[in-house]
């Protein structure tokens, strides 16, 4: 049974296929309902605060709420602490076998403690914990149904591809992240399964909001070839701030965690909400409402008080822990900096009005993958997002700008990161699983693999090549066979050093 994962045949993989439709429809509902929930509590979260702005009576009303508020999500988050932060982190940790969360607790405690989150006004995003969640409907079905092992986790990541789908209208980045970010390697059968459930997730998601774009700038002009200096030199400033971001963000939970209580820590990140919510409402929330009004009129003084108030509120609202993402916000915040570049630059220069926007646009771009260190994603995203394809070139200049000065910087991409600090302090979550499982990894250029004989590599313990992939056909290794870049490797491993194993395989199959 254990080598069926090593079997190619049609009808398997169509099987699979047709899993991934489902996986596609259940996670699409899931993260749609979630979209939907997050706007509804969002909305009213304003608007209660709004109300109590002009009659202070109502705080003693609000006050309680706020504080159920806090109880209640405490209580999740510490009965289901996978559900937790971001969501995309735990994700990763699940298809790299460190956790082995009940999809049903973990999908339930990220709804409705994300909802009420969002409620209290916290500066957090939907795409993470949608993510998660379409990874748990992925998990879901794969218990129930899948073949291998092998399996169940591809369809966790087409879940998790279709929850981004969902979250923006964007399968095509659901499908990228997911190989950019997740795999970080490109397979024939994984792009099929979740581009099938990220196609099917997106037409759900397009049954309760429609077709448009989720951003509705205007982009009348673009950025003439001999101002190209400007995207670049923006592209600088992004790198900077991915480093400058990357580094807060980590120093700020660990200076959280200092703090025993949960409860007090979400406690501060609502109190903080809550005076923003009376001085500054702007910057509350996702950020959709701030996207929709951000315009050139508002001025560099406005605007650079957003840019700090929005990545204040955006840094507490994660570091609690409170289960909610940093995807959208990051994105929000990458708008704000390039907005004040861009009147900056506008008015220095004496530059057209009209490229207000491109800069915003650029700017969303070269943030994300500065943070994330995923820049296809980013400007498939961004293009999604907008419905525009006019700046594909300029988008992937400011993107590549952005990857080289952070990479300078020694930034780690922040989901590794989290990741990382996940697998350091909540060793209690870490799968304890028996068995052996395959897995399928890619002999990548200058690796240490690369024209190796295989008798001349340190393959890890409990680890078996079975199986190599090159050209279109399979054959079955010796210790005199050579790899060579591009070869697809087929182990069969241990399940319960899987975590080590995964490591050691990457430290010889990836890049020196």
Known sequence: MKFQDIEKSSNKNLYLIGLSVLVGLTAGILASLYRLALQVAENLGRYWYGQASKQPILLFVLIPIILLLVFVITLLMKKFP????????????????AFQPNWLSTAFAKFVAGSLAMLGG????????????????GQMVGEKLAQTERHRRILIASGASAGLAAAFNAPLSGVMFTLEEV?????????????TSAVISDAVSQLFFGSGSVFHFIVKGSIALQDY??????????????????????WGQKWMK????VYVRVLISFIAAGVLAFTFPLVIGSGHTLMDQLSF????????????????????????????????????????????????AIHTLNLPEIWFSNFVILSMAGAFTAIVRAPMTGILLLVEMTGSFSHLLPLALVSVVAYVVADLLHSEPIYDSLLHNMLLENKEVQAVASGE????????????AENQRIAQLTLPESCLLVSVHRSGQDTIPNGRTILMAGDY??????KKNEVQIRQDLQKILTEK
């Open 229 to 250: 200096w400007l995207i670049i030199l923006l592209g600088i400033i992004l790198g900077l701030f991915g480093a400058v971001y990357n580094k807060t963000l980590l």
């Open 122 to 137: 916290l500066s957090l995003g939907r795409e993470g914990p949608s993510v998660q969640l379409g990874a748990s409907m």
């Open 297 to 344: 009129g508002w001025g560099l003084g406005l605007l650079s008080l957003i840019f700090l108030g929005k990545f204040f509120i955006s840094m507490i609202s994660y570091i609690s822990g409170v289960p909610g993402g940093i995807f959208f916000p990051l994105l929000v915040l990458g708008a704000a900096l390039g907005a004040v570049f861009a009147i900056i």
């Open 183 to 195: 795999f970080k390697y490109f397979s024939p059968l994984i792009l099929l399964t979740c581009m």
């Open 437 to 448: 499982m395959m897995v399928e990894m890619i002999v990548q250029y200058d690796s240490q």
């Open 489 to 494: 490797l087929t182990f069969m491993i241990s």
């Open 258 to 261: 200092k703090i025993p209580r």
């Open 82 to 97: 996978m559900s937790s932060g971001s969501g995309i982190p735990q994700v990763k940790g699940l298809l790299q076998g």
